[in-house]
């Protein structure tokens, strides 16, 4: 058993942190990078998000993965080096692991450090034989994938979740391609969340229990701690809304009043309904998303759904 796991660190600094929100303050249309809703609260506030029982993502994949699990171990096959974008809890990596026939390594990369080290720890316990390599980047970025002591087959890219569906289409199409050439003679596994009806989408990001407001909210909170600004939490509200025109849930935060925010010598003025714009999360079509695979580099080799066609799982070969 390994005691000691060595962590390979590519943290955006407080710099980068501090340049996109000045960025991204100024803009007309205020916004924010939906990484940095990741910080260690942001990351358990999404992990409550995903037992809810309106969000019917995370429930769906879970579904779709159990019961076609024994293909998925097939065509992803033996002694590979799994590299998983965006880590969070390993929740439905410890599923995978299970069914995967001898995997030799496994790279989770994740933005938030204690969030990472805490589930890459606790994955190493579980998985002895496992060669365990974590990364923390902004895994967007330009960063070198630890290279195992192993034997390796070939790299196959874990990216479940959806979380595709949080960036734009060109941006969507540029970290696949970016995928495609880290896992070239391997794959990618991917979650992508599918269009339906508007008030599954509406209620899946309105919970009535407010977690996702929550998380929502605790960007102000981090940036407040981690780069003084001095936002009133009570002055802003929680607004997700679906936009069938672009294919996206549009998540923002609003502010209730008129008001200016500061970050040191910087003052953002905000009207009263004048919000920040926080996440998208796009949804597409099977056949949308073959088309972007496709132009990523990618081949659509098989796609599992739901009975509803709610969700998709895809095997994409690079
Ligand atoms: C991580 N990502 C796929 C989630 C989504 O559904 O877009 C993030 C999320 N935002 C609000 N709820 C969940």
Known sequence: MRQHLELYDFQPSCVTLRQEVIQGLQKPQKELPS?????????????????????YPTRTELQIMDENMEEIAALLGTDCLLIEYGSGSSLKTRRLLNALNRPTAYVPIDISKEYLMDAALELALAYPDLEVL?????????????????????RVGYFPGSTIGNFDP??????????????????????????KDFNMLHLAYNDPEGITARFNL?????????????FQLDQFGHYACYNPGASRIEMHLVSLCEQTVHLEEWAFPFRRGESIWTESSYKYTLDEFASLAVSAGFCVERVWTDPYQLFSIQYLSA
């Open 35 to 55: 990484k940095y809703l990741y910080d260690e609260v942001g990351s358990k506030l999404f992990s409550q998000i995903c037992e809810l029982e309106a969000y």
């Open 134 to 154: 974590p990364v923390c980047a902004d895994y967007t970025g330009d960063f070198p994938i630890p290279v195992s002591s192993l034997q390796v087959r070939q």
């Open 218 to 230: 605790n960007l102000l909170t981090r940036l407040n701690q981690e780069l003084a600004t001095d």
């Open 170 to 195: 060109d941006a969507a199409r540029d970290f696949l391609w970016q995928i495609a050439r880290t896992c070239a003679g391997g794959g990618l596994l991917i979650g992508v969340d599918l269009k």
